[in-house]
């Protein structure tokens, strides 16, 4: 895979978004347990502070979630990270990603050399990731959708990652799995959630390995403007 990754001036940051600050994130990862030095070069090269509204700039390198409007958020790098890893103990060329939001995890997937395809159901939070695509030169395939159907005409997929919870996992992804692909979501109610991976099998079944516990906010149904 090659990194494709061109970074305008914008993209370098300052002072609370300096490389030193993106450095001790890194750091912070791995002290928790990311190992993937791919996915750690990512998180350190891609802006994360341009994926956020600039009053919360400051805190775009903290390990924590942070808001993006319309009552959604732009995950945790250690999820971010943890789900990056997972997709690509399977070497996948083709990703499907459900829930664009801020567009960071549709980016550290692009950035690691992925074809990208990326559904949102929040038509303004499309437009503003679009936007970032744009600047980071990067190629991602989007659409404003109910990602629930998933993105049947360019699947089947390597990989698909979910990165809203849904009480049960949702057939439709699966059907568009490639044989021995990967299916990373977060399974469960607003109380408790588990991060799983699924591997479809040949006869259509899969294989689930429960990887932690997470917080997500929620798959919803439908589309808004
Ligand atoms: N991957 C995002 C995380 C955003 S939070 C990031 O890196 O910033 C989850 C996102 O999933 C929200 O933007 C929410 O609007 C979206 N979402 C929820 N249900 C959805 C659905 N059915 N289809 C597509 N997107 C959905």
Redo the contacts with the bound molecule.
């Keep these: 895979m090659t990194p494709r990754l061109r970074l305008q001036p914008e993209a370098v940051g300052l002072g609370m978004t300096s490389q030193r600050v993106r450095d001790r994130l890194v750091e912070r990862l791995r002290e928790a347990g990311i190992s993937d030095e791919r996915v750690l070069n990512v998180i350190r090269t891609l802006p994360r502070h341009l994926?956020v509204d600039e009053v919360l700039a400051s805190r775009a390198y903290e390990d924590t979630a942070l808001p993006?409007g319309?009552g959604?958020?732009?995950?945790q790098p250690w999820v971010?990270a943890r789900m990056t890893e997972v997709l690509l103990e399977n070497a996948p060329a083709k990703v499907l990603?459900?829930?664009?939001?801020?567009?960071?995890?549709?980016a550290v997937l692009a950035a690691l050399g992925l074809e990208v395809y990326t559904?949102?159901?929040?038509g303004e939070?499309l437009r503003q990731a679009r936007k970032r695509f744009r600047t980071l030169g990067m190629n991602v395939r989007s659409k404003h959708?109910?990602?629930?159907i998933g993105w049947p005409e360019h699947g089947p997929y390597d990989a698909i990652i979910v990165?809203?919870a849904a009480p049960a996992l949702v057939p439709a992804l699966v059907e568009q799995l490639r044989t021995g692909g990967v299916l990373v979501a977060p399974v469960g109610g607003s109380g408790s959630q588990a991060l799983v991976k699924l591997v479809r099998r040949e006869d259509g079944g899969v294989d689930e390995t429960r990887l932690a516990a997470v917080t997500?906010?929620?798959?919803?149904?439908g589309t808004v403007d």
Excluded: K, M, N
């Design positions: 994926f993006i319309h959604q958020t732009i995950s971010v990603e459900v829930g664009t939001g801020s567009g960071y995890q549709a559904v949102e159901r929040i939070l959708d109910d990602g629930r990165t809203a997500f906010v929620p798959l919803l149904s």
